[in-house]
């Protein structure tokens, strides 16, 4: 049986996961709302499809995986708004189900550690509604892996640019930790837990290394051979409601589970290694 993957929002996590299973053999299928990124999502070797607006009845039949990367709304989870109430019968091949959701569903821990078994204590309405999407998934009695990202940087996706354009600002708040991960990184617990799956489970994705962001930048200043951004306190920073939202929440996110439970050897075990690597990707380029 052609092993199939259907993907819930075909974005930067998600194509990840693809360069590796598409030349494996899979069949991947992967939507979108908008038919104007259905280009790039071919050249990832998946199959793009409309969601909400188009039928996803065919790849359901055919899929042994699921993953599901859209968030949630207001209303709740959108696929199985649309989807969840014969989603056993629509997709009867399913061997795992990936939800990826947030480490903000732990809230704030005021730079304190959390593990997968911390209380579910949510400072936003953003974590508050990952917090219900987890729990609709586990509602549905299919083979559930929950994955609980960390703030996610790679390719396309780092500091360079705001330095290398003068546009970065390190943003100084006393005590504030955050935990990172790259996307390859993202990539590989994916695929360790579909060729060992454990229905029920769910995984910090992180790093070892939680940081305070504007070290972050400070070291990729230096990779560029630039000086430091210049400092602006948290206060005076100019943030947008999203961006000042994040720093309502400080915590070091432990990682033992990927590892112990799933053989993980992270790619990038810091911040200094992931960026260099970019950087190095970059210049090759």
């Known amino acids: 049986m052609t092993q199939t993957l259907l993907t819930i929002g075909q974005g930067y996590s998600a ?30 070797g998946v199959t793009p499809l409309l969601f909400p607006d188009g039928d ?12 599901v990367s859209a968030s949630p709304t207001e209303g709740g989870d959108p696929f199985l708004a649309k989807y969840g109430s014969k989603l056993a019968q629509r997709a009867p091949a399913l061997q795992w189900v990936g939800y990826l959701s947030t480490t903000g569903v ?48 790679g390719p396309h996706r780092g500091p360079f640019e705001k330095i290398r354009n003068g546009t970065a600002r390190r943003i100084i708040k006393d005590g504030q930790v955050f935990s990172r991960t790259h996307v390859d990184d993202i990539a590989q617990v994916l695929l360790a837990s579909i060729n060992s799956p454990n229905p029920g489970a769910a995984y910090n994705v992180c790093d ?5 962001p ?12 630039m000086a430091p951004p210049p400092e602006v306190r948290f206060e005076e920073a100019e ?19 990927i590892k112990d439970d ?24």
């Open 214 to 225: 504007q070290d972050v930048l400070a070291y990729a200043a230096e990779l560029l051979g």
């Open 56 to 67: 996803l009845t065919d790849a359901l039949s055919k899929a042994t995986h699921l993953l």
């Open 15 to 44: 194509n990840s996961l693809a360069k590796r299973l598409a030349p494996e053999g899979w069949q991947l299928f992967g939507t979108t709302r908008s038919p104007e990124k259905y280009a790039a999502i071919k050249a990832q």
């Open 208 to 212: 070892d290394m939680p940081a305070p």
């Open 106 to 153: 732990y809230g704030d821990h005021k730079g304190g550690w959390v593990t997968e078994d911390t209380p579910l204590t949510p400072s936003s309405r953003r974590g508050l509604m990952r917090v219900e999407a987890e729990e609709q998934w586990r509602g549905t009695g299919l083979p559930l892996h929950i994955f609980r990202l960390a703030g996610i940087y």
């Open 262 to 285: 799933l053989g993980v050897n992270l790619l990038y075990p810091d911040y200094m290694s992931g960026l260099a690597a970019i950087l190095a990707a970059e210049t090759h380029r």
């Open 239 to 257: 943030l947008s409601p999203m961006a000042r939202s994040f720093y309502g929440e400080s915590k070091r996110v432990a990682n033992d589970r």
